[in-house]
Structure formats: C-alpha cells, structure tokens
C-alpha cells in the first residue's frame, strides 16, 4: 500500500502561481509512475502531469507551458508548480502513485491516491 498526502491549495489570484506538495509513504519502492489529476465541480477528472521513475516528466496541453513536475529519487515527494493561473485551474487537485511502468494520463491506471487539495483561482 502506498499512502500519498497532498498539501499547498489554496486562494490564488488570477496570474500568480501555486506549489502543491505530495507527500508519499509506505511501499514507495513499487511506484513507477506519480501524477496529479484535477477534477472541478460538475466535471470529469482531468490529468495535469506526471513523473515517471527514469524521470521523464510531462503535463497535459490544457496546462502547457505553465506547468513544472518534479520528484525526488528517494520517491517520497513530488510537487507540482503552476504559473499563470486562469479560472479554469480551479479544482481539487489529487496526487496519485501507479505501480504501472508506462501509466500516463488514464486515472485508471493509478493504484493510490491523496484526499486531494482545494485550489481556488480568483479572478
């Protein structure tokens, strides 16, 4: 079982920028993938970014250019930066771990997952 806690959401102002922090415990040895999800209210979950073990990194397009994810070698934390922040960018925003090699942006491929952390973009 691997335990992640999210930590950093907040009241942001349209513009600025935010740094969200997952804590990770437990079997953090079997993780292969992490990532963050978003899901705002009325809406389906949506993938933000991801880290994988050989430590490529990507994010999704809707957050291009303004997105930075990044996790330590020792896989017990993994941030999340975002610039530029938009309305829109107003979720609670999850972390999540996969024991899977190539899971990217499919939630279903994530095995454990953080309570998740409000971020609120005001404009």
């Known amino acids: 079982q691997v335990q992640l806690v999210e930590s950093g959401g907040g009241l942001v102002q349209a513009g600025g920028s935010l740094r969200l922090s997952c804590a990770l415990s437990g079997r953090t040895y079997s993780i292969f993938v992490t990532a963050w999800f978003r899901q705002a209210p009325g809406k389906e979950r949506e993938f933000v970014a991801a880290a994988r073990s050989e430590g490529y990194t990507f994010c999704a397009d809707s957050v291009s250019g303004r997105c930075t994810v990044s996790r330590d070698n020792a896989k017990t934390t993994m941030s999340l930066q975002m610039s530029s922040l938009k309305s829109e960018d107003t979720a609670v925003y999850y972390c999540?771990?996969?024991?899977?090699?190539?899971?990217?942006?499919?939630?279903?491929?994530?095995?454990?997952w953080g309570q998740g952390t409000q971020v609120t973009v005001s404009s």
């Open positions: 999540a771990a996969s024991q899977k090699r190539w899971a990217g942006r499919d939630g279903y491929d994530y095995d454990s």
